[in-house]
């Protein structure tokens, strides 16, 4: 061949972009894609097989948070693309960068129904920032970088990119263009400061755009929070945004808070909520901010200003720049003292746990504190969805070093991947993975990745034989008629030996010392702890 392939450019781009790891299930209909990553192509790409493309596109979701760049996964037409879809989902919610590349029939048969051909515009046309598709070769250079842009640009969030399988072994002639990012959006912060600088009762609600890979953003927020000394609370499931033993952090916006709390923060005269889009989570059902209230709102993405609340103030801004641009006060405003230390209280009181004895099991909570009392300073926890997780977001205080990963879109099978592209990231940091045994049997297989890699994950296995979150709401609505949220679990202990992880059995709390000595110890460990069900289910009157 006189030039690289298509293939190779798509490679050659993302390599100059820094990307040094992309995950994958292989397929037959991007074998060109898969030639251009081999080591003896020189990309110094880490190509990583999954087990199912639902796990390679958790991880590589979680290897954006982790990088603060997109994360690369490759996936086979059809069938591939579907089980990845999840992924993409879940990166949209998370607002988080993901490029999903899917290995398509060869252009000929395109819209005809060929064999495993979807038309991945129209699946993935209310989830993905932005869907393409190569047609010729020379259209993969300019696509790619299209693709990296709408990725990274705004509000991040997935991309797709469908690429025929002749197209990709096809000569290209064309050479990617360059890219370059574009500054940080300005806006006078002088109203803002002023508004901030009269508010007798502010609340900062802090949300994806302060998620930084290298801490910078964090800081930037703490350092404000300080000068300007306005309690900070974090959107859902964001908790590693602020140090929570801070005497700012005055919580999580999460699944209904308690109701003092809320009757609280309505109270607030001044709402500035920064990189944050204000979903119903984050707004506990779209009833917070109050009718009254002011909202100075500064979001990327211009479609959810002024959307379901108005706002006194809508910035299209980047958040971190607008602070780095405020002007810090010559003293820090007076009068809050009070205010500060109130919802301060609050949310102390709701992080309180009081041990007590379940004739089924422990209760995971004390699972959790005790994450909370040995974890590494700077431990990353994955957390996959269910109930299970609950007390990790609010009996917990996560410090500054610490990373709380978990899924806004509350999908189960997220913990497992997460924690193998953070265990392959950071190979010197403690990985503790906490996962239901539901999600145990999604996603739980992507342990082989760990195995074949030596990478050393802290595997806490609630085993309650339920699918514990779905089976409260039946106890809710219909006391007693249990019906499809039972599980019959194989042994989960072996099953976790099975992967040649230490396993330590948790029945009491007598093992608590065993279980942190395994978290201590260098190496893979394993817990499987007989969690009670009665312990989260509503009581019956």
Known sequence: MTHPTAAARLVQFLAARGVDRAWCVPGESYISLLHALHPSQGSGIDLVVARQEGGAGFAALADAKLTGRPGVVLVSRGPGACNAAIALHAAEQDCVPLILLVGQVEARDLRRRAFQEIDYAAMFGDVAKWVGEARRPEDVPALIARAWAMATQGVPGPV???????????????????????????????PIAAMLARAERPILLAGHGFEDASGARQAALLRFAEAWDVPVAVSFR?????????????????????????AAFAQADLVLALGTRLHDITTQGYSWPAPGQRLVHVCRDVARLNWDFAAALAVDADAVALLAAMPAPAAPPAGRAAWNARLRALHVADCRLTPRDWPDGLAFSEIAALVGRVAAPDAIVTLDAGTFAAPFYRKVAWKSGQWLLASQSGAMGCGMPAAVAAALRFPGRQVICALGDGGALMTGQELAVAQARGAAIKLLLSDNGSYGSIRIHQERQHPGAVCGTDLSNPDMAAWCAAFRMPVLKVASRADFAALEAGLAAPGPFAAVVRTSLQAILPARQ
Do not use: I, K, T
């Open 238 to 262: 964001r908790q590693s945004l602020f140090p929570n033993d801070h005497p700012l952090y005055v919580g999580d916006m999460g699944l209904r808070n308690p109701d003092a709390q809320r």
């Open 160 to 190: 797709v990119l469908s690429l025929p399988e002749d197209v990709l072994a096809m000569e290209c002639a064309v050479a990617a263009p360059g890219f370059h990012p574009p500054a940080p959006s300005l806006a006078d912060p002088a």
